[in-house]
């Protein structure tokens, strides 16, 4: 129970840290945060952080970001799905070489989000937004090493 709800507060706060106001220009320089966390608690904890979590907290930030309802959720399921198929594998990989597979993942959540929000809208492409990638690439091993400390600190498994 006590471990649940540490779990829980890192993706509240993630989510949080999502939708959170930044200025103009600083946008598409922001980090995806929920996919980091989320990320990670399918690396660490494939049994408790799934797809399934990925989806109903992407449903919960297509309606705090008034995005079209689903489109995160979809993305974020499909790259947790992915993260969860070869987990045993990346969890072996150096953290930087998990740094470039989270960052390829959040372009495919960039591209996913994009291509649904085209069906919906028929907006344009903001190839702006890919430079988040590269924040996430940079922020990962920062990342990665606090959630890990977190973890073993409550406890969480």
């Known amino acids: 129970m006590r471990a649940r709800?540490?779990?829980?507060?890192t993706l509240f706060v993630a989510l949080i840290a999502a939708v959170m106001p930044v200025p103009a220009w600083i946008e598409d320089f922001r980090p995806d945060w929920l996919l980091?966390?989320?990320?990670?608690?399918a690396l660490a904890l494939p049994n408790r952080v799934n797809v399934g979590t990925a989806w109903s907290l992407g449903l919960v930030l297509d309606i705090l970001q008034g995005a079209v309802l689903g489109a995160n959720a979809l993305a974020l399921s499909v790259v947790i799905y992915v993260l969860a198929l070869h987990f045993q594998k990346i969890r072996n990989f150096s953290v930087w070489q998990q740094a470039i597979i989270i960052s390829l993942l959040s372009i495919m959540v960039?591209?996913?989000?994009?291509?649904?929000s085209y069906l919906a809208y028929d907006i344009d492409f903001n190839d702006q937004q890919l430079w988040g990638a590269l924040i996430n690439f940079l922020l990962w091993p920062w990342l990665?090493?606090?959630?890990?400390?977190?973890?073993?600190?409550f406890r969480i498994s």
């Open 5 to 9: 709800f540490w779990l829980g507060l």
């Open 36 to 41: 980091l966390v989320l990320g990670y608690w």
């Open 110 to 116: 960039k591209l996913l989000s994009y291509w649904m």
């Open 144 to 153: 990665f090493y606090l959630m890990r400390r977190y973890r073993r600190h």
